[in-house]
């Protein structure tokens, strides 16, 4: 699976940004796709993932209430959809997927496969 992000850029706090992951192979139906982000000098840290056929999400506590992952199997496309942005969501986003499987959905180690990343900065 080869994935592609996008949509990011540079919104003002209480902002809303759209971010979308193209993927491209046979095996996207059968994938549980995450966002994660990653601040300089921090690690990469969960943000929503959503399971293969779309029946269950999970959510940072941080992002509850501000953020809804989906997809749309027939595009091969994820989504992160972001409102009330802070400063502190300024990170380098990116879209991930595994192959199904029932590991938590927030464990970033079980992603294998990971696209380049899109720059969300979000000024005060």
């Known amino acids: 699976v080869q994935l592609q992000a996008s949509g990011g850029g540079l919104v003002q706090a209480g902002g809303s940004l759209r971010l979308s992951c193209a993927a491209s192979g046979r095996t996207f139906s059968n994938s549980d796709m995450g966002w994660f982000r990653q601040a300089p000098g921090k690690e990469r840290d969960f943000v929503a993932a959503?399971?293969?056929?779309?029946?269950?999400?999970d959510y940072a506590d941080s992002m509850k209430g501000r953020v809804t992952i989906s997809r749309d199997n027939a595009k091969a496309a994820a989504y992160l959809q972001m409102n009330s942005l802070k400063p502190e969501d300024t990170a380098v986003y990116y879209c991930?997927?595994?192959?199904?499987?029932?590991?938590?959905?927030?464990?970033?180690?079980?992603?294998?496969?990971w696209g380049q990343g899109t720059q969300v900065t979000v000024s005060s």
């Open positions: 959503i399971n293969w056929s779309g029946s269950s999400t």
């Open positions: 991930a997927a595994r192959f199904k499987n029932r590991l938590s959905l927030r464990a970033v180690g079980t992603f294998n496969y």
